[in-house]
């Protein structure tokens, strides 16, 4: 099992640009999520799906889209970048909503 | 809305000596999770704590959880330098998703 990958690993944005990160899991999990994280701080959730075809807002989802159309993946989708979209993405899987999460390597993006 | 309270947020430890980090919530949740993040990796799960009275044990490592003083810890024996990393505990919410802590950075001295 690969378990949860993301791509890209880095990426630098210019402000106003979109881009998609990717997020694929092969444990079967109901759950995805996607975290951001700021320097010196912990991960703040922005979107999750507890299935394919539904998904929820987090608590800061703001410049941020998501879908869910299989079990395994569940791309994050930014339109028009911002500065303070500048942090690292993770995103991770779980069985069910009360199970341990598994959390993927992370995308390191910059918005200039 | 649940808040999630570390504390210390860092902790410059000596080897040898035992410590203690602090992870307070403020709502009732029964599940507590204990993650090492080393800079710039992913997060690695260490522990999950389902209920009160909870302890788990992982070499060094040690954590429990008090449901009703709504208070986790997570206590090191004689630390050693492999344990220079960050820690977080993250408190689940409504079964939907975890709200975590800040952190707390440990570094490892001789």
């Given amino acids: ?112 | 809305e649940l808040k999630v309270e570390q504390n210390p947020l860092f902790l410059s430890m000596q080897e040898g000596k035992n410590y203690t980090i602090y992870c307070n919530y403020s709502t009732t949740s029964d599940r507590l999770y204990w993650y090492r993040q080393d800079p710039g990796k992913s997060l690695e799960s260490l522990f999950v704590l389902l209920s009160n009275g909870a302890v788990k044990q992982e070499g060094r490592l040690m954590a429990s959880l008090d449901t009703k003083a709504r208070l986790s810890t997570l206590h090191i024996t004689a630390a050693v330098h492999d344990l220079s990393a960050t820690y977080f505990c993250a408190v689940d919410q409504a079964g939907t998703a975890l709200i975590f802590g800040k952190g707390t950075t440990l570094s490892v001295s001789s």
């Fill in chain 1, 1 to 112: 099992n690969a378990g949860v990958t993301q791509t890209p690993k880095f990426r630098i944005l210019k402000i106003g640009q979109s881009m998609t990160l990717q997020c694929t899991q092969d444990m079967n999990h109901n759950y995805m999520y996607w975290y951001r994280q700021d320097p010196g701080m912990g991960l703040k959730l922005i979107y999750y799906s507890v299935g394919a075809g539904i998904t929820d807002k987090g608590e800061v989802p703001n410049g941020y889209n998501v879908s869910r159309s299989t079990t395994e993946d569940f791309p994050l989708r930014l339109e028009l970048a911002a500065p303070s979209q500048t942090s690292v993405y993770f995103c991770a899987s779980s069985f069910s909503g009360k199970g341990e999460q598994y959390f993927g390597p992370g995308t390191r993006l910059t918005v200039t």
